[in-house]
């Protein structure tokens, strides 16, 4: 209140926001919206919390992974336990789910946290057609012979009419048809050898995916209350 007044603090309570991909980022993003006073909420993501993504899921347990909880169970209960006063509808399934879109076009913002360039090209899609912002994130950490070469990342505001994931080039939309095979299409491209080989699990660090949260949240917090104008994109 004291920095962004009552109004400010108005805009964040009667914001309708959307988050797609729970995962590292995701969750993150979710705790620090809960605590900057974000009320209403819609919550996508389709995979479950496994043991080996403990180390970055804010908000998760081992009994999460034991029980094979959704990950929008646990942003659900992270949610409710800072604002129990929150309004909050979820989807436990993928992003091309006739539910998921459907809720997402009742939004007024939305933050893609997904690790997909498809997951991107649909976000991208609905935003557009639905002249909704999407505050896009992403992180990569490199690796060659088992050292760490690169990492960084980037926060993308695609405000419709202005910018986007594709004026930016951070889709590529070879791998996002790729991503979108039939399990036939794909089977019958591996057989022939095409594409990009075989997928790697990535790396993740959760004070990397703190970083790039934060940066999320706070350019969300100056485009809803004008403390400054928003970046575009942060690298």
């Not at 991909?21 to 809960?34: D, Y």
């Not at 006739?98 to 076009?105: G, P, Q, R, S, V």
């Not at 649909?122 to 012979?145: C, G, H, M, Q, V």
């Not at 997928?199 to 917090?221: D, R």
């Amino acid at each position: 209140m004291l920095a962004f007044g009552a109004e400010g603090q108005k805009k964040l309570a009667q914001a309708k926001v959307g988050i797609v991909g729970l995962g590292g980022i995701g969750l993150q993003v979710a705790q620090n919206l809960a605590y900057m006073g974000v009320k209403d909420w819609v919550l996508i993501d389709d995979d479950i919390v496994e043991y080996s993504n403990l180390n970055r899921l804010v908000g998760a347990t081992s009994h999460d992974a034991k029980k094979g909880f959704h990950k929008a169970e646990v942003a659900e209960r992270l949610i409710l336990g800072i604002a129990p006063d929150s309004r909050l509808k979820k989807c436990n399934s993928n992003l091309r789910n006739e539910k998921a879109i459907d809720l997402l076009t009742g939004r007024e913002y939305i933050f893609g946290c997904v690790d997909n360039d498809s997951a991107r090209l649909i976000l991208t899609e609905i935003a557009s057609a639905f002249r909704i912002p999407l505050i896009d994130s992403a992180f990569e950490i490199k690796i060659e012979s088992g050292h760490v070469t690169e990492f960084g990342g980037r926060v993308v505001l695609a405000i419709p009419g202005e910018f986007c994931l594709l004026c930016a080039n951070q889709i590529d939309t070879d791998i996002a048809k790729i991503e979108m095979e039939s399990s036939p299409e794909k089977a019958f491209r591996e057989k022939h050898g095409y594409g990009l080989g075989p997928e790697q699990p990535s790396p993740s660090v959760i004070s990397l995916n703190a970083i790039m949260a934060g940066i999320a949240s706070s350019e969300f917090l100056m485009l809803i209350t004008g403390i400054r104008p928003h970046n575009k994109i942060v690298t």
